[in-house]
């Protein structure tokens, strides 16, 4: 085993500003991947992959910027088995203090079909790829795409062609998610038995979660004698998303009892980083999700309660505060000051100048008056809509909607749409298509709506309504949300956050817009 690594130390590999922003409408903009990477460097993440440089000038933009303000992590690009894409890739993470290039090709089949290559071929470019890495970057790892079902004799040829090219990190993903656990851990045996090198260098697993199995997979793998996994914030990515960190890291710290394996992650700051990639990316976290769920440490059934009021081991195998969870629940209202709003935004993990404090501080007033208690949910959710950069282009000045058992329901609305003030008087299906329509009349675009989800922030008839609102228009995918204690103004600001975004995406042009297929991407 090389230095970079001990017997009984797991390096966590993040993929969340690659991986996971591949899902379709989870595009972070450049400030957030930003924000995002700082929070990922902060809490001990070996490796950031930061982006696919070769994707579009603001992936490489991103990665080079990541690269430059990264202050303890790896910082990695991913680039595929090309030398123009390797050459970008460099290019990028070149600047970070320790840089790695990510190389892939898919070794399948199915995979080797696409670019009609023989076994004898894509060895070969295997080896002059991984060697051009090489001779730019010191670290550089190479994955077979698909690796799961790959002939297992060609496995072990291309894996050590990688290594003897100079690859110091071989991962081993599982890119549709069909391995079971005692698969994933013999394939990473079987490689360490018989590649020659193998013992030299580190062997890394990257499951997806199709079948529900990643974390469970990237474990064995881990018993098996892998020393890096791959996954991301939330689980989230491709179809059925990744390997959870807050999972892993977690059942490492948990279970460490039969997995005595030890990882750098600072696991207080884990809610924190699971709300903001949670906000940023559009795509809310489950209720019933492992770790940084609502529900993860909430007890109904009496029995439960009992046993909490006695003894919280008895139902928690964890304590909140492990993953960053504060106890307090209702400690804002109206009467709440400034610094007492400051204090608590910074204990959610929210730093704010004075202007923003002021900004937010208004809308907190404005919240405070219509709704009785203000829990930490509440204020997380003010959040998500507060900070946005790309919110004051389309502006909602007033709306009114009539509703109710007669149809059709209407919608008067008055928008100011880069500074000019519109309004317009629309019917539809219901107080939400109605306003819709509105939007629809006031502000030319042909998107069509992927996705329309509400929800409850906290409890009772004053509760908060977070909506989330996907768009699609010529490729581009782009997310919008907003929290109201009025479900229809929240979904009319949610729709208005996702345009908003879809403008900056249409001036970007095809620089911003993924040219990239899935069939390019590793798993």
Not at 66 to 87: E, M, P, W
Not at 143 to 171: C, F, H, Q, W
Not at 396 to 425: F, H, R, Y
Not at 483 to 495: G, H, L
């Amino acid at each position: 085993m090389t230095d970079t690594t001990q017997q009984d130390r797991v390096l966590i590999f993040d993929t969340t500003l690659r991986d996971g922003e591949q899902s379709p409408g989870a595009t972070m903009t450049h400030a957030e991947k930003i924000e995002i990477a700082g929070l990922l460097d902060e809490m001990g993440v070996d490796v950031i992959e930061a982006g696919f440089p070769i994707a579009s000038e603001g992936d490489f933009a991103a990665v080079s910027e990541i690269a430059k303000l990264s202050k303890n992590s790896v910082i990695c690009g991913l680039a595929r088995a090309q030398f123009g894409d390797i050459d970008r890739c460099y290019e990028a993470v070149k600047h970070a203090a320790q840089p790695r290039i990510h190389t892939f090709i898919g070794t399948s089949p199915l995979h080797r079909a696409i670019p009609n290559l023989t076994m004898d071929e894509m060895a070969e470019r295997i080896h002059e790829t991984v060697t051009h890495a090489r001779n730019l970057c010191d670290n550089v790892q190479w994955s077979p795409m698909d690796a799961t079902r790959t002939e297992l004799d060609y496995l072990y040829r291309v894996v050590e062609i990688a290594i003897k090219a100079g690859a110091t990190t071989i991962n081993i993903p599982d890119t549709v998610g069909y391995t079971a656990p005692r698969e994933s851990a013999d394939l990473i045996r079987k490689l360490l038995e018989n590649v020659p090198g193998a013992d030299e260098i580190v062997f890394a697993t990257h499951c997806h979660n199709d079948l529900g199995m990643a974390t469970a997979n990237s474990l064995a793998a881990v018993e098996a004698g892998a020393r890096q996994i791959e996954c991301t914030i939330n689980g989230l990515g491709e179809r059925a998303g990744n390997t959870a960190l807050e999972e892993v890291v977690m059942a490492l710290k948990v279970r460490n009892d039969i997995m005595p394996f030890q990882t750098k992650i600072d696991s207080t700051k884990i809610m924190n980083i699971s709300r903001r990639v949670a906000a940023v990316s559009g795509f809310a976290v489950q209720f019933n999700k492992a770790i940084v769920g609502k529900n993860a440490f909430a007890h109904e059934s009496g029995i439960h309660q009992d046993g909490m009021l006695k003894n919280a081991e008895t139902f928690e195998i964890m304590r909140p505060e492990d993953v960053g969870l504060t106890e307090t629940n209702i400690v804002m209202g109206k009467h709440s000051g400034r610094a007492a709003l400051r204090s608590k935004l910074e204990n959610l993990g929210y730093e704010l100048g004075d202007n923003q404090l002021k900004d937010v501080f208004v809308r907190f007033k404005e919240l405070a008056d219509r709704k009785k208690e203000i829990y930490d949910d509440d204020l997380i959710a003010l959040m998500r809509t507060a900070t946005d950069p790309e919110s004051d282009r389309i502006v909602l000045n007033s709306m009114t909607v009539v509703c109710g058992t007669e149809g059709p329901q209407k919608a008067e609305m008055s928008l100011s749409v880069d500074g000019t003030e519109t309004s317009t008087s629309q019917t539809g299906d219901g107080p939400v298509d109605a306003s819709f329509n509105c939007i629809k009349a006031l502000v030319e675009h042909t998107a069509r709506l992927q996705l329309y989800q509400v929800h409850a922030v906290t409890e009772g008839t004053d509760a908060q309504a977070t909506v989330s609102v996907r768009l699609e228009e010529d490729g581009r995918i782009v997310t919008g949300q907003s929290a109201d204690t009025d479900t229809v103004v929240a979904s009319v600001r949610a729709y208005i956050h996702a345009l908003n975004r879809l403008l900056v995406r249409r001036e970007k042009g095809g620089t911003d817009k993924r040219e990239i297929s899935y069939k390019d991407v590793v798993g």
